[in-house]
T-cell receptor, first 113, second 112 residues
């Protein structure tokens, strides 16, 4: 079956612009996670959804970052007033339950010029 | 934030050699995971460990959950060229079980 998909695969934007990154989890997976991976580092937790609600958003770095999952499937990570330091690969993962294996998407590489 | 120290940072080995890498934490974890990531892809789970002292194998890979619950080890035996990639440890604490904390990775290079 289809795995986790993320679009776009690459996004180049200018400092100060707004971007949206999309994640399509595996069908039926109720848990969804966003991570940020900087060059040479491991993934860093941003936010976790259980169904439609953000159960833990403690990893979001500041209020420029926001994520939604209105129907409990697709999720969008939104970044306002992008900064060069936001450049990274943004990974999405989903699982059937929080304590089950997380399946990762290929990520969106965001470059802020 | 939570720090996971993963070592070595990188390894250059000959095909057929065995490999060991480890991860240590300042906190007690109740779950340890090992992932492999290849260029342009997300991490893929290799082994999951849920109990202190647990030793689990997946083919040529063997991982252990340290007795102190603050460390874990991954061994790869008889390495082959397709083992090339970045290996990450990840751990989860009971007090914030929604989060996995990742190490900074071990980059493995295998020379045929």
């Amino acid at each position: 079956g289809a795995g986790v998909s993320q679009t776009p695969s690459n996004k180049v934007t200018e400092k100060g612009k707004y971007v949206e990154l999309r994640c399509d989890p595996i069908s039926g997976h109720t848990a969804l996670y966003w991570y940020r991976q900087s060059l040479g580092q491991g993934p860093e937790f941003l936010i976790y959804f259980q169904g439609t609600g953000a159960a833990d958003d403690s990893g979001l770095p500041n209020d420029r970052f926001f994520a939604v999952r209105p129907e409990g499937s697709v999720s969008t990570l939104k970044i306002q007033r992008t900064e060069r330091g936001d450049s990274a690969v943004y990974l999405c993962a989903s699982s059937t339950r929080p304590d089950n294996e997380q399946f990762f998407g290929p990520g969106t590489r965001l470059t802020v010029l | 934030g939570q720090q996971l120290n993963q070592s070595p940072q990188s390894m250059f080995i000959q095909e057929g050699e065995d490999v060991s890498m480890n991860c240590t934490s300042s906190s007690i974890f109740n779950t340890w995971l090992w992932y492999k990531q290849e260029p342009g892809e997300g991490p893929v789970l290799l082994i999951a460990l849920y109990k202190a002292g647990e030793l689990t194998s997946n083919g040529r890979l063997t991982a252990q959950f340290g007795i102190t619950r603050k460390d874990s080890f991954l061994n790869i035996s008889a390495s082959i060229p397709s083992d090339v990639g970045i290996y990450f440890c990840a751990g989860r604490r009971s007090e914030d079980f929604n989060k996995f904390y990742f190490g900074s990775g071990t980059k493995l290079n295998v020379k045929p």
